[in-house]
């Protein structure tokens, strides 16, 4: 009697591990269809989708011409090339998605290998020298599963780009405005997508920047501010200089405005301020790429 109560109590603790089996199972299988309809729903967001957040060949522009080049006045003065740009050869992309009941966090990488050019000599003829680079970009996003079982994205951060080896980069941007309503000093803070900018076709939209380089380089500016926008990505350089949108000439904070297209397909769109230390583009050969960006996504409507 005593024996078969042992086995008895032996069989009900089997069938209980056997139940807890099942539901760890049902609860893995659940777990991967929520992971499996979280990337669905990042990658049809329009915000992490490829030519974006993969940085395309388009991304800076391939090859474009700078319209601001000029003569050098002093020996310590930076000038931009007659022309340069950056090709993206080659990207691979992780997503870090962790569930936790009805809500989700996601962490996507992206690396890319590129190249960039350097023409400086003005011979209208295309002959820049080339770099290879190794860059990464980051982003997250806070998901949350609505009542009928969907997943939709609750706030979404900047997209951060840097060199691969962090280690060797000296510049930053630090901060971002946009329009005089949306200000970004933490990259790593999310957006509400409420709170997202919209923009309708035709609207101009100001974009100011600070950045910081710890280079011991000497140039002066020791770093150039781009804004890419619009479709194709175009690049504008924003400036200090007090001229135009820029409020105050020499306050370390770079503008410059777009005008969102008219036509401009209605959804999801980015612009991004691109930081590269001036020393990259004073010579053909060297030396190393040093940059840093933040993309930033607004909704055209
Ligand atoms: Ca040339
Ligand atoms: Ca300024």
Redesign the pocket.
Known sequence: MRRLRVLVIVLSALGAQAVSAAGSADEAARRGRSVREIKRVLRSSGFFDGTVIQGSGSYGGAYGSSSAARAVAAEDDATLP??WGRKWDDVSKTYTITVDGDTATAVVNVSNEGTLYV??????????GTRSFSTKMSRTATLSKDSNGKWKIESISVGVAGLADSSAQTVNVTSVTVDSSLSITDPTSEIDVDDILEAAPGEEIVVEATASNSTSSGLSPTTFVFLHSGPGYHRTQMTDDGTGADRAAGDGVYTASFTVPEGADYGRAHLAVDAIDSQTLQSESGPDYNWSVWLIGYRVD
């Open positions: 007659v022309a023409d400086l000599s003005d011979d209208g003829v295309k002959n820049p």
